[in-house]
């Protein structure tokens, strides 16, 4: 069982950065595959970025490549969304999801994900 609290969430301008912070606890966090995902009103939940145990493979959706970074820190129990130039269209529910397999393009599945936190909302005006 792993239980994920997401943080860091909030309103900016365009432009703008922010950066959100997952925080799990629960078994060993070291041995999760880590992800973002994020919900717009209206919308489905989509794959934003993920990582794998060791931090040193990632992946990103198209729409935030170059702009959003993912990183964790296994001492800290925790994986970080870094988000800069925020664009309105940015604007959703980021939620932090965990499992134990090995991330790849399946991984932008919702269902391949066993844990979700609560979401935390960003807000990016123009």
């Known amino acids: 069982q792993v239980r994920l609290a997401e943080s860091g969430g909030g309103s900016v301008q365009a432009g703008g950065s922010l950066r959100l912070s997952c925080d799990a606890s629960?078994?060993?966090?070291?041995?999760?595959?880590m992800g973002w995902f994020r919900q717009a009103p209206g919308k489905e939940r989509e794959f934003v970025a993920g990582?794998?145990?060791?931090?040193?493979?990632?992946e990103y959706a198209d729409s935030v490549k170059g702009r959003f970074t993912i990183s964790r820190d296994n001492a800290k129990n925790t994986v970080y969304l870094q988000m800069n130039s925020l664009k309105p269209e940015d604007t959703a529910a980021y939620y932090c999801?965990?499992?134990?397999?090995?991330?790849?393009?399946?991984?932008?599945?919702?269902?391949?994900?066993?844990?979700w936190g609560q979401g935390t909302q960003v807000t990016v005006s123009s």
């Open positions: 999801a965990a499992d134990t397999g090995l991330l790849g393009r399946s991984s932008w599945s919702l269902a391949w994900w066993t844990y």
């Open positions: 629960g078994r060993t966090f070291s041995a999760y595959t």
């Open positions: 990582i794998n145990w060791t931090g040193f493979t990632t």
